[in-house]
């Protein structure tokens, strides 16, 4: 009897199997993205919310299975750059995803793309490969770098802000970030102050604004940086006298929540948010949360917007990754996306809305981001006219 | 002029906070011998409870204590358990277990508190700022943070210096044979000073939490200039730690407000400014460099 019932099972599973191999072999997709350091909530962000777009198509994008492999690069370019290579040679992955910081992004693709692999940004869009160095198998599905900048650069101008000081980190992304966000505001810039990478008590910092009497400032300092600086400017007395300008990376939905009351007040740009009404937008929100309990990042948007972009081109190709045909599918972006209107530049990077947002105190006293309005328009990045594809 | 008040009161409270770390971390390095990489994650340890704390139960006050307690005993239980084990090693290997500990720390809170950053607000009492002089808001929380790091400082002063703790304290980190011959429970007292220094580090956690980002790895974010301050200071003195964060506190926010300015006389704005910050970023490290030439153990080496 026993014996009767084994024999069942098994004959059972092996049709089970055969019915899956049938079917289709999934598509594999390699997802490198940074789960450690302080940087660490912004890919959990984006690997979650990839993950629960494959999850509400029943382990499919674009009606395609899907097979990921998942690693953190710990915010080291040679820890990404291995990685990558294990997976393009022991696991034959051809299509990647998931990095959210440029230096890995700059160290790590170049690779992907000399061995025929195809990377969709869900995050970093440095101009290093925006420009003359775009390839047609790199996309963006975030923005370039510096779209952000520019985005905060225009509010400042449409705020009025006349005299401002510019702060950022000293290394390339932060001199970017000045240089995108002075591209847009055309108004004086008093003094630009750059700050130590691992700085976190900025009072030196405070001081100097308060003797350069701007009308407003515009800092660059994402994560826990961003977290601290805004604490500490509440707190030097300064918030009620000088406006702040940020763009999206500076103030999101989690440095909203840990700053709380400190926020309120601060202009901010971004390219999505919470409350947008498109149905697209809020059914992911609703769905983020009720898988994960928290509230979707603006990061989380982008990887959820990435997943969206990948199945859509995996449907129409069938499931290939047929470079060409891929490619077809891709610039096409026939799929609605959580921050709407959304198009590819021919440089591969996007051309999409701004909006400005800002901190409020919601009805369960809790802080949140509130859309105000349109910044810019389909906007595009500067380096799209050197891209010849 | 007031301009310069301002900017020595914010490198006072930058001093100071160093201070908390450093006086644990130069103990422990002194008078046990082993480097403790895993210093900055008390740091943290402290931060996290106090958030969690304060966010359970809405005061600073209790978070405070939250804080102590957590940092010391988790301390003392490190000690315990691991640090004891590495007092016969060599320092790679101390090196290597504590950085263990910090992926250990880093990951249990990724697991059992989440990665994204926690809120923790200044107590009502202490928000708001004092007027310094005309134009000179100074913020309350700020000057409270630099009252307690003093205390600290008087007090471990005395510890170190009127009491048998601190005598054998003092002993252990010059002539540690020489104190276990004489039948001092050297294991005890041992525990003791880790614990001590857990506490401490919990302390600075705590108190920076309403005023930085509370969040995984700011732990070692603080580690690297606490090391500079204890091998300016001399390696297990606390005064040489008080004197090392003095100077390094000092440094670092006098050249971030003012390398940039003082370029300005003979360059362009722009490149006064990136090379003013460049030149801010590597002078703690300049000074470390410069001190060490002149005496290699340090201003204050413990038995020096």
């Known amino acids: ?389 | 002029m007031q301009l310069l008040f301002e900017q020595l009161l914010n490198g006072l409270q930058l001093s100071l906070t160093l201070f908390l770390l450093a006086a644990g971390l130069t103990l422990v390095f002194g008078i046990m011998g082993v480097i403790n990489l895993a210093h900055g994650s008390l740091y943290m340890l402290g931060a996290y409870a106090g958030a969690l704390a304060a966010a359970k139960f809405g005061s600073f006050w209790l978070a405070l204590p939250a804080a102590l307690i957590a940092a010391g005993l988790i301390g003392a239980a490190m000690e315990w358990l691991v640090v004891r084990r590495l007092y016969a090693l060599d320092h790679l290997s101390q090196v290597l277990a504590t950085f263990g500990l910090i992926l250990f720390f880093n990951g249990t809170i990724a697991w059992g508190v989440g990665r994204a950053p926690l809120q923790m607000d200044t107590p009502a009492l202490l928000s708001g700022f004092v007027q310094l002089g005309p134009g000179l808001p100074y913020p309350t929380y700020r000057l409270a943070v630099m009252g307690v790091g003093v205390l600290v400082a008087l007090g471990l002063w005395y510890v170190i210096a009127r009491t048998k703790l601190g005598m054998l304290i003092r002993a252990g980190s010059d002539k540690r044979e020489m104190v276990a011959a004489l039948g001092v429970n050297i294991a005890g007292l041992f525990t003791l000073v880790f614990g001590l220094g857990a506490l401490l580090a919990g302390l600075a956690g705590v108190l920076v939490g309403p005023i930085r980002s509370v969040q995984i790895g700011m732990g070692e974010q603080v580690l690297i200039t606490t090391f500079v301050v204890i091998v300016v200071g001399g390696i297990g003195s606390i005064r040489g730690a008080f004197v090392g964060a003095l100077l390094i506190g000092m440094c670092d926010t006098l050249s971030r407000a003012y390398a940039p300015m003082l370029l300005k006389m003979w360059l362009t704005g722009a490149l006064a400014d990136g090379l003013g910050a460049a030149l801010s970023s590597i002078m703690i490290y300049l000074v470390m460099a410069v001190v060490l030439v002149v005496r290699p153990r340090g201003l204050f080496p413990a038995g020096g």
């Open chain 1, 1 to 389: 009897m026993r014996l009767k019932t084994l024999a069942l099972a098994s004959a059972a599973l092996f049709a089970l199997n055969a019915g899956a191999h049938a079917q289709q072999a999934p598509v594999k997709l390699g997802i490198l993205t940074t789960l450690s350091t302080p940087g660490g909530y912004i890919g959990e962000d984006v690997r979650d919310a990839i993950l629960l777009a494959i999850e509400e198509e029943g382990g499919k994008l674009g009606g395609i299975p899907v097979q990921t492999l998942i690693e953190d690069d710990k915010l080291k370019p040679g820890d990404g750059k291995q990685i990558i290579e294990k997976w393009l040679e022991t696991d034959k992955v051809k299509l990647f995803t998931g990095i959210i910081f440029s230096n890995v992004t700059i160290a790590t693709v170049p690779t992907i793309l000399e061995s025929g692999g195809i990377f969709v940004s869900p995050n970093a869009g440095p101009s290093n490969f925006a420009g003359k160095a775009c390839h047609k198998n790199y996309y963006v599905a975030s923005w370039q770098n510096d779209n952000l900048h520019e985005s905060a650069g225009a509010l400042a101008k449409k705020l009025g802000y006349k005299k401002m000081v510019l702060l950022a980190p000293n290394y390339p992304a932060g001199k970017d970030a000045l240089t995108g966000f002075k591209r847009m505001y055309g108004g004086e810039v008093v003094e630009e102050i750059f700050t130590g990478l691992d700085q976190s008590d900025f009072s030196a910092e405070m001081a100097r604004i308060r003797a350069a009497k701007p009308d407003a400032v515009f800092q660059f300092h994402p994560g826990g940086q961003g977290i601290g600086f805004i604490k500490q400017w509440a707190q030097s007395g300064l918030k009620d006298q000088i406006g702040m300008v940020v763009a999206a990376p500076s103030m999101e939905q989690r440095i909203a929540a840990a700053t709380g009351d400190a926020a309120i007040g601060i202009a901010a740009t971004a390219h999505w948010n919470t409350d947008f009404k498109n149905p697209e937008s809020q059914a992911f929100v609703k769905g983020f949360m009720a898988k994960y309990n928290r509230v979707p990042t603006v990061y989380a948007s982008q990887g959820y917007d990435t997943a969206k972009l990948i199945g859509a081109a995996l449907k129409a190709t069938g499931g290939k990754l047929d470079e060409d045909a891929f490619r077809t599918a891709m610039l096409k972006a026939d799929v609605k996306l959580t921050r709407g209107a959304f198009k590819f530049n021919n440089n591969q990077h996007p051309i999409q809305d701004w909006y400005e947002v800002k901190a409020v105190k919601g009805a369960d006293g809790k802080v949140a981001l509130e859309t105000v309005g349109k910044v810019l328009e389909n906007h595009k990045d500067a380096y799209a006219q050197d891209c010849k594809l």
